[in-house]
C-alpha cells in the first residue's frame, strides 16, 4: 500500500540503489602495471559484485514493498536489507582504498547511506504497525 509511510521509505531505498548505477560513488585514478594512469568513475557497474549486490539490493526493496500484507517477513527483510547495504558501504570502500591510487568522493557517494536510512526507517514503521495490531488485539 503506497500510503504507509515504510512503504515510501523502502520507494527509498528502491530508488536510491537505482541511481548509483546512474552516478558515481567516486572518481580516481588507477595505475595498471607498467601502463600510464587511467581515469575511472566507481559506480554500481563498476565490478561484478557491486553490480550483483545493487541489483539485490533493488530487487529486495521491490519485494519488500509487495509483501505488506506479511509483516513479519517484511522485518526480516527490512534487516537483511540493512545488512546487504552495510555490506554494500564496506565493498565501495574496499575498492577506493585498494584500487585506486587517488579518489575524489562525489557527492552521490551518500546513496548507500540513503538506502540504509531507508530500510532502517522502513523497519521502524513496520515494527511500529506490528506493535500498533499487538496492543490492538490485547485490549479487544
Do not use: H
Not at 11 to 18: E, K, T
Not at 110 to 129: F, N
Amino acid at each position: 500500500m503506497i500510503q504507509r509511510p515504510q512503504t515510501l521509505w523502502l520507494l527509498v531505498s528502491v530508488l536510491a540503489a537505482g541511481l548509483s548505477f546512474i552516478f558515481p560513488f567516486a572518481t580516481g585514478w588507477t595505475i595498471p602495471p607498467d601502463a600510464t594512469p587511467i581515469k575511472v568513475q566507481v559506480d554500481a557497474g563498476y565490478q561484478l559484485y557491486l553490480t550483483a549486490l545493487t541489483l539485490v539490493l533493488l530487487l529486495l526493496g521491490l519485494v519488500t514493498i509487495f509483501l505488506f500484507g506479511n509483516r513479519t517477513r517484511q522485518q526480516w527483510y527490512c534487516l537483511l536489507g540493512l545488512l546487504l547495504t552495510t555490506l554494500l558501504g564496506a565493498l565501495y570502500i574496499r575498492v577506493l582504498l585498494y584500487e585506486l591510487n587517488e579518489f575524489i568522493p562525489s557527492l552521490t557517494a551518500l546513496l548507500p547511506i540513503a538506502q540504509w536510512v531507508g530500510y532502517l526507517m522502513a523497519w521502524r514503521g513496520i515494527r511500529a504497525d506490528e506493535k500498533l495490531i499487538r496492543d490492538q488485539d490485547r485490549l479487544s
